[in-house]
Nanobody
Framework: QVQLVESGGGSVQAGGSLKLSCALS????????MAWFRHAPGKEREGVAV????????NYAASVKGRFTISQDSAKDTIYLQILSLTPDDTAMYYC??????????????????WGQGTQVTVSS
């Protein structure tokens, strides 16, 4: 089994920053792709960033590029999402997702079998 546990969400004012964490446990060798998604009320789940664990390469949604940074600590089997200059539009539940040899586009939710429970980010103006 693979488990993902997110943390680091909270309520912040616009312009602030947050750093989310996602801890991977269980059969970690099954995972080489980890991503962050967000889901806001009334909107579709959106892939915002991905990291390929073997090489540390990353990719981002155009909507967050420049403000979001995904990173990893391989020793801790943990990935992070640093979010800068938060706006109310960033308000959402943020989920961590994981897969081995993702069979489709990194930003498509259906690609991932493993998901965390999410961490809420709320940004007030």
């Amino acid at each position: 089994q693979v488990q993902l546990v997110e943390s680091g969400g909270g309520s912040v004012q616009a312009g602030g920053s947050l750093k989310l964490s996602c801890a991977l446990s269980g059969y970690t060798d099954r995972i080489n792709t980890m991503a962050w998604f967000r889901h806001a009320p009334g909107k579709e789940r959106e892939g915002v960033a991905v990291i390929y664990r073997d090489y540390g390469t990353t990719n981002y949604a155009a909507s967050v590029k420049g403000r979001f940074t995904i990173s990893q600590d391989s020793a801790k089997d943990t990935i992070y999402l640093q979010i800068l200059s938060l706006t109310p539009d960033d308000t959402a539940m943020y989920y961590c997702a994981a897969e081995k040899n993702a069979p489709g586009p990194w930003s498509a939710p259906w690609v991932y079998r493993y998901w965390g429970q999410g961490t809420q980010v709320t940004v007030s103006s």
